[in-house]
């Protein structure tokens, strides 16, 4: 009897499972024929095989709510909200003893009075005939003794002495979930000729030894085809190639058996949202599609919990009540939508809701109470970010604690389930418009594909499903790392990606020069992507994932561990512990772009520069110093504001000044631009563009002088004609003299520096630096030139010269300085594209006061206004 009980609770939980989503829309009024008696039948056949199986509690339940279903099928009731309330309460009871029962072998105990009469009422009300009593346990109805012997009806099973008519043949069932206790297998019989497919249910246990060893089958024979290939027998190379064909079909089959729809995971939710609709007082929609989309039974198992509660916080938090959406323009009925879909190797699933999204001034305010931030950090923190708090444990905005939300648990539990199993959560909102969160999950947790790297001579294994491609880059050509600031990039196409080399993550040793990381894994997380930098890559490979380590855990770059083809053991790095160690992004930011400082080590070159290039408007490409650029940012337009006619936005808790490179600069709203900033100190402004092109370096020597003020000239720039953009005349157009050191801008006017360059280009750009500090120039082109109007008399209180330049070097020009006594007391500023120590000890010797390296703005600013103090200058 026992087997016959847990059978009838592994059927009763698939039934009752899918009759939640069937009365849902019985109570919307879907118009499907079939939908009632479907119903009926359902919780018929419950009533009739708890009377075989003498389950009193269940049948007198089920018969109250078959009573009520009864009126609605006869149309003497109509399926209103308070019904299908009643009806609902019931399969809660029905559930909650089905448990019990396959979990203790009885009903346990309850009263379930209050519900039977609550259910009666409603279909005494429907029809003047007064209910038939349930039967008594001893006695069965024909009718219930026949669904008895049909739901009986199989090889596996004690036969019934009575002989009764089969009903239609019931839908194959799906697995039982794992909090069910699975049943031993059971065959189903299918007649001749009939096209269904014959089903059976098996063990989960069972399942999860075959998983296991199948996992240990690839394994044997990863190490198999390794020594094959390290061999030169090649005897076994045929039986190898079939065993290898042989297990890799097993393993795909054994992992077909626990993929499991994920509406499986979605069948709850329907009924979750309808009850917190009715408590909150709100009208809320639930849209799913994609339910179809299959996934890893276990996984998906894992992702039920964190589901819920999003959608419950959806619900509480995020959709406002009727008045409050018709006030704000919107429909009363709020949305939540779901989604999911296979996408390389992944399930991605998106939550959304047209709420008012998340209160982002209340998050802001909690991480400053909680010490989570500084009222600076979070004012520099764009919307994204800041909304990543409330994946921080006991994160809570609410006012007050309910029944629904507002302790403070629960989105730092969906993070840390979603990335357990190597999955992401991505969370954008927009005030008054709703939130959406983004999950993306593997496929399966047990075995993946993955691709096997090499780094400082150890072998580590990257999962296939994070690798977007690989790329050789090189010292010289198109795919060169270059570096902005300290962040190494490589220009990829169209972008720029921003690289992490492995083997600092890892705390490797540096190989020789020229020997290390050159292959690039293109890798993306979420919606970034970024290049992990290694020697090497191996090979593919599937591999068996083991759980890493307790003692690596806290290391945070490894997701586990596997054992290769040779026997040797492999650490599996995982991208997201990459990306959050290296701190090149951070992970919870959600979506506010790279944020990279730019800046060169040195010139390569008296006139050879690093140029960013980059368009603006319909004219030609436009390019700019790259060491002028203190970062690259991404901005809104939607957050770009005009006041008094001057664009500003708010940047790192302050307001920047911004202006369009090019009057052609498309500001479209829902776009993002990019920007250009220019800093010193506290103080920044933003050069906006269309797009960012390409960093070069290049000679530069300009052909054509521009009559505006905005650009230098033209240039040729790698063979192709480019427009040298006047860095200087943007920073006074939007922030007029805030770059000047203050002890620099409080000098009086008058005093001028005598500035020598052969370049017109650096001139154009090193000029601006100098007026900005509130000093005249006085422009050469030589230093024989420079000579030549001292001896004019031409007035001088400072030198600034470069140093490479043909016939006369800076060097010499300072040392003929020096020597005459009529100029012996001018200071003397150096410019070049190398200063390096031996480069500065060269120029100190010389008579420098400052040998600096061209284009270091705040540099050259910072020594004019310590070389030139009062005292010296008459």
């Known amino acids: 009897m026992e087997d016959f009980v847990q059978d009838f609770v592994a059927e009763t939980v698939e039934a009752l499972g899918a009759l939640d989503n069937d009365l849902l829309r019985l109570e ?69 003893i089905t448990d019990h029962l396959g979990a203790t072998g009885s009903e346990g105990e309850g009263d379930d009075e209050a519900l039977i009469n609550r259910l009666d009422a409603l279909h005494e009300g429907a029809s003047a005939t007064p209910a038939p009593p349930p039967p008594p346990a001893a006695t069965l109805s024909a009718e219930e003794a026949a669904l008895a012997a049909a739901w009986d009806a199989t090889p596996a099973h004690i036969p019934i002495p009575e002989p009764v008519p089969a009903p239609a043949p019931a839908p194959a069932p799906i697995l039982a979930p794992a909090a069910v206790p699975a049943p031993r297998a059971e065959a189903r019989p299918v007649a001749a000729g009939e096209g269904a497919a014959q089903s059976i249910r098996v063990n989960l246990d069972l399942l999860e030894t075959l998983m296991t060893s199948v996992s240990e089958l690839v394994l044997t024979r990863n190490q198999l085809l390794q020594l094959s290939r390290n061999s030169r027998d090649n005897s076994f190379a045929g039986p190898l190639q079939r065993l290898n064909h042989v297990v890799s079909e097993l393993q795909e089959n054994v992992m077909k058996t626990r993929m499991q729809p994920v509406g499986n995971a979605w069948s709850k939710l329907p009924r979750i949202v309808r009850d917190l609709a009715r408590d909150l007082d709100k009208k809320i929609e639930m849209r799913m599609t994609g339910a179809e989309t299959e996934l890893d039974r276990q996984v998906l198992e894992m992702i039920r919990d964190p589901l819920t509660h999003m959608v419950r916080n959806s619900c509480d938090h995020g959709l406002e009540r009727p008045a409050e959406r018709v006030a704000a323009g919107k429909d009363e009925t709020g949305i939540i939508a779901l989604h999911a879909s296979h996408e390389g190797g992944h399930i991605v699933m998106t939550l959304s809701d047209d709420g008012r999204g998340l209160n982002l001034v209340r998050i802001r305010q909690k991480a400053v109470e909680r010490g989570l931030a500084t009222e600076a950090e979070v004012a520099a923190m764009g919307d994204n970010q800041v909304a990543q708090f409330i994946f921080r444990s006991g994160f809570s905005t609410a006012a007050a604690v309910t029944d629904v939300s507002g302790r403070g648990v629960g989105m730092d539990v969906v993070r840390t389930n979603v990335e357990r199993i190597g999955g992401t959560i991505e969370l954008s909102t927009k005030p008054g418009k709703g939130s959406v969160f983004t999950i993306k999950i593997p496929l399966t947790l047990a075995i993946v594909s993955a691709l096997i790297v090499d780094c400082a001579g150890q072998r580590y294994a990257v999962p296939q499903i994070s690798v977007t491609e690989m790329v050789q880059a090189g010292e010289g050509g198109e795919r060169r790392i270059e570096r902005i600031r300290d962040t190494p990039v490589l220009r990829l196409r169209d972008r720029l990606l921003p690289l992490v080399p492995l083997r600092s993550v890892l705390g490797l040793p540096r190989g020789e020069p020229g020997k290390e990381g050159s292959l690039v894994i293109v890798t993306r997380v979420g919606a970034y992507e970024f290049g992990i930098v290694v020697d090497s890559a191996q090979d593919t490979e599937e591999i068996v994932v083991k759980p890493v380590a307790p003692l690596l855990k806290e290391i945070g770059v490894y997701s586990g561990n596997t054992i290769l083809g040779d026997g040797s053991v492999c650490m599996i790095v995982d991208p997201n512990g990459i990306l959050a160690r290296a701190g090149r992004l951070d992970t919870s930011a959600g979506g506010d772009g790279v944020q990279a400082a730019a800046g060169a080590e040195g010139l390569h070159g008296s006139e050879r520069v690093a140029l960013l290039l980059v368009r603006a408007g319909l004219g ?44 052609g600069v ?28 390409d960093i070069v370096e290049s000679d530069i020597n300009v052909e054509l002088r521009s009559g505006r003020p905005e650009a230098i000239g033209s240039a040729l720039v790698g063979g192709r004609p480019v427009e040298l953009l006047n860095a200087s005349h943007f920073v006074g157009e939007t922030a007029g003299t805030w770059f000047s050191p203050p002890s620099v801008a409080r000098r009086p006017r008058g005093r001028r ?28 082109g030589s230093a024989e030139e420079a000579l030549a109007r001292l001896e004019a008399g031409e007035r001088a209180d400072l030198v600034v010269t470069d140093i490479e330049m043909p016939g006369m070097d800076g060097y010499e020009l300072c040392r003929t300085l020096k020597r005459d006594p009529r100029w012996a007391h001018l200071p003397v500023i150096g410019l070049s594209g190398h200063a390096g120590a031996e480069d500065v000890e060269r120029g100190m010797a010389a008579g420098f006061a400052r040998h600096l390296p061209k284009l270091a703005r705040d540099d050259i600013s910072r020594a004019i206004g310590e070389v030139l103090q009062p005292e010296t200058c008459a």
């Open 620 to 663: 030609m490409p436009k390019a700019i110093p790259l060491d002028l650029v203190a970062r690259l940012e991404e901005i809104a337009v939607d957050e770009i504001h005009e006041l008094g006619g001057r664009m500003l936005t708010k940047y790192r808790g302050k307001l920047m000044p911004l202006i369009a490179a090019d009057h």
């Open 666 to 693: 498309a500001f479209e709203p829902g776009t993002r631009k990019p920007v250009l900033v220019f800093a010193e100190g506290e103080n920044s402004m933003g050069l906006v563009v269309d797009t960012i092109d």
């Open 28 to 96: 919307v009024g879907a118009a499907e024929p079939d939908l009632v008696p479907r119903i009926f039948r359902a919780v018929h056949t419950i009533k009739g095989t708890c009377g075989f199986l003498g389950l009193n509690r269940l049948r007198r339940v089920a018969h109250s709510a078959e009573n009520v279903l009864d009126a609605i099928r006869k149309d003497r009731l109509a399926a209103g909200t308070e019904v299908v309330t009643a009806i609902l309460g019931a399969i809660d009871v029905l559930k909650a």
């Open 753 to 780: 520096v005598l500035m020598v360059d052969d370049s017109p280009f650096f001139r154009g750009l090193v000029g601006p630096i100098i007026r900005s500090c509130g000093l005249e120039v006085l422009a050469t």
